[in-house]
């Protein structure tokens, strides 16, 4: 699976020295862009996150009328992360329209 390929990468980024611990180096600064998600690129806001965490029995009823919302009335860009480590930010923007 997908999932089953990125933990496999993840494990050796952090045997190669460019994993989780790069942020201490300064690799992780920079604007990312999300490719892959299993769920709708919406999701990667850490308003959804929150959302989830808040009201667990609640946040799949919501998700579920907001992912039903067809196209062109909900277009979905790409889901950007900025992250500067100098900074101590970490900014999360999706495109809705």
């Known amino acids: ?12 980024a952090e045997q190669g020295g460019i994993g989780q611990a790069s942020a201490h180096s300064g690799l992780l ?4 862009e999300l490719i892959y998600s299993p769920e709708d690129v919406t999701r ?3 308003f959804f996150w929150a959302f989830r965490k808040a009201f667990p029995d609640q946040s799949d009823q919501v998700f579920s009328i907001t992912d039903s919302i067809p196209s ?7 889901a950007t992360q900025t992250i500067d480590m100098n900074a101590k930010t ?4 999706v495109k809705v329209a």
């Open 1 to 12: 699976s997908v999932c089953d390929k990125v933990q496999e990468l993840e494990q050796l």
């Open 29 to 32: 600064s920079g604007e990312w």
């Open 44 to 46: 990667s806001s850490p």
């Open 72 to 78: 062109p009335i909900k277009e979905v860009g790409p």
């Open 90 to 93: 970490f900014v999360s923007r």
